[in-house]
């Protein structure tokens, strides 16, 4: 099932999640809803606050190739638990903040630990887009997003934009 989107700015989009102590069947659901509203989108990660729970979840999926077979993850309690010094640079955006697209720096690589739907403790070292989704999308969970970035002048001028667009949408 789709859930809505939250769009910036909104207050929960601003707020640090609390962790997954206990991976129920209701938390569970909310992943499968999230992954279904992602590739709905279509977009290549999406984090719980951005569906208004304020829960450390993140799920991902940044196969790109036609024709290569999906690879949805699904992340309770994702960290960075090591990232490569070397950088590298890629534009990004949001389903939060849809048009809007800003270059970000981040590590070229990341190692991440997890617990999967079933559990399981995971572990594994993502690179290329695979790292910048996976910051990015664990970012959601500390209330960050990629316009926290860039500097003020741009930022602010994106914000006031949404916020447009969100009066408008409101209007109907
Ligand atoms: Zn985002």
């Known amino acids: 099932m789709k859930r809505p989107i939250l769009l910036h700015p909104d207050p929960r989009l601003k707020k640090a999640c609390a962790p997954v102590d206990d991976l129920t069947d ?5 992943a499968d809803d999230m992954l279904a509203t992602m590739y709905d989108a279509p977009g290549v990660g999406l984090a719980a606050p951005q569906v208004g729970v304020l829960n450390r979840l993140i799920v991902l999926d940044c196969v790109k190739e036609e024709g290569e077979a999906p690879r949805p993850l699904i992340m309770f309690n994702p960290q960075v638990v090591a990232a490569s ?4 640079t890629y534009e990004e955006g949001c389903l939060s903040i849809p048009e809007h697209f800003a270059d ?3 590590p070229a690589e990341v190692d991440v630990r997890w617990i ?3 559990g399981a403790e995971q572990n594994e070292r993502f690179a290329g887009l695979w790292a910048t989704c996976v910051q990015h999308e664990i970012d959601h969970l500390e209330g960050k997003l990629f316009i926290d970035y860039l500097k003020p002048l741009r930022r602010q001028m994106i914000t006031r934009k949404m916020a447009k667009l969100k009066r408008e949408l409101a209007r109907g």
């Not at 209701?26 to 909310?30: F, G, K, S, T």
């Open 85 to 88: 010094e070397e950088e590298s």
């Open 26 to 30: 209701e938390l569970r659901a909310l």
């Open 116 to 118: 999967d739907r079933s």
């Open 104 to 106: 970000v720096t981040r």
